[in-house]
């Protein structure tokens, strides 16, 4: 069957490749990735302990976790499209246009951005106590943004660089850092803010 003779079809299965493309690298870098992680912190754990490293599991459960749970999202964001490309530098209007969109649109759009580098987010506080700040995180967080959607633009790789998924990966940082704040909040100096 020429699934492009019917149209009901052929739109279904452009949207089914669509949504592979979207997902398809982080599925695929996630699903290997639950069977190696615990793997990679017992190693890393093992190897910091020799060494008498002084939190040898909770930086080597960091150090994986934010490895694991970021690097499939930049290898999706860096992966070429067959998109125009293109920046958007105004705060907002990308956001503004998905106002019009499906549901499912705004949802991937909105939403892979917010988890782009969430476990950033929830874990560097936890990792270290120079990065225990609200701020850090999300200097650490949008910088990396910037440096993701730079790349985008100088490797020409179709895709739209915008101001707002930097906001919003951002956003996600500081979102996951609060989720973990209780773990972390306790080695920020007094004077820097209120407990």
Known sequence: MDIFRYPLIAVHH??????????GSVIIAGTFALFLTPLAVVLLFRRRARAGHPAPLRTAIADVVITVGTAPWIW?????ANGPGGVGLVPFADLADLASAPWQTV?????????????LGALLPVRTAAMASAGRVAAVAAAFSVLVEV?????????????D???LNTAGAMI??????????????AATIAR
Do not use: C, H, K, Y
């Open 151 to 163: 790349l985008q633009l100088v490797l020409d790789l179709g895709r739209f660089s915008s101001v």
């Open 107 to 119: 949802f991937v759009q909105v939403g892979g951005n917010l988890l782009v580098f969430a476990a």
């Open 14 to 23: 452009e949207r089914m490749a669509q949504t592979w493309e979207l997902w």
């Open 76 to 80: 999706m964001i860096l992966t070429p």
């Open 165 to 167: 998924d930097v906001l």
């Open 176 to 189: 996951s850092a609060s989720v973990t704040r209780r773990w972390w909040a306790g080695r920020i100096p």
